[in-house]
């Protein structure tokens, strides 16, 4: 069974500064996802960014980027220039491909901009 | 135009009764999903049809029961509320190419 490990419970920085946020699992399977959600106070689920396992280069969206090490099983967001609409819970998500296609949820990281 | 939409949004009612939730989903996706978000801002996959079809069941108890209609609703029944019961129950659906899940906007469920 695949397991998503999220080891900061809560994070905090002020606008405008760089965070990242950690994220590691386990899998056995060669053939995956990896996403970073985002759930606002609203408690919207909402996409950040996703990474295939078989693609080396790490992903990017705007300010949003990953570190994938696959062979440490590590998927860290950075988010850069933080801005206060930032301010929200993350969830590391794991989905494999191959038999059932669902997602894996890390406990999430609660991150607050302050300004 | 709405995604993936939920009713009700919020569900407040007593142990025992019976009650749904419906989903309905316009972006021609063939998987659904019902995940299950718990106090502890947890989130668990409960179940997943393809194309009407119940692909996961995820150790779920038997008073909960999914229903497609077609391939662009899935609805969960409850029945004999619990206590535990209350969450936020969250409606999915998944886009192939990128197999992003995109996620209605949740209906929280008190039992009281």
């Known amino acids: 069974a695949q397991t998503v490990t999220q080891s900061q419970p809560e994070m905090s920085v002020q606008e405008a500064e760089t965070v990242t946020l950690s994220c590691t699992y386990d899998?056995?399977?060669?053939?995956?996802?990896l996403f970073w959600y985002k759930q606002p106070p609203s408690r919207q689920m909402i996409l950040v960014i996703r990474?295939?396992?078989?693609?080396?280069q790490n992903a990017t969206e705007n300010r949003f980027s990953v570190n994938f090490q696959k062979a440490a099983k590590s998927f860290s967001l950075k988010i850069s220039d933080s801005q206060l609409g930032d301010t929200a819970m993350y969830f590391c998500a794991f989905m494999k491909l191959q038999g059932a296609q669902k997602l894996v949820f890390g406990q999430g990281t609660r991150l607050t901009i302050n300004p | 135009d709405t995604a993936v939409s939920q009713t009700p949004k919020y569900l407040v009612t007593q142990m025992g009764n019976d009650k749904s939730i419906k989903c309905e989903q316009n972006?021609?996706?063939?998987?659904m999903y019902w995940y299950k978000q718990d106090s502890k801002k947890f989130l668990k996959i409960m179940f997943s049809y393809n194309n009407k079809e119940l692909i996961i069941n995820e150790t779920v108890p038997n008073r909960f029961s999914p229903k497609s209609p077609d391939k662009a609703h899935l609805n969960l029944h409850i029945n004999s509320l619990e206590l535990g019961d209350s969450a936020v129950y969250f409606c999915?659906?998944?886009?192939?190419?990128?197999?992003?899940?995109?996620f209605g906007p949740g209906t929280r469920l008190t039992v009281l």
């Open positions: 899998t056995s399977e060669s053939n995956y996802y």
């Open positions: 999915a659906s998944r886009h192939p190419p990128g197999n992003e899940q995109f």
């Open positions: 990474q295939e396992a078989y693609k080396q």
């Open positions: 972006l021609g996706h063939d998987t």
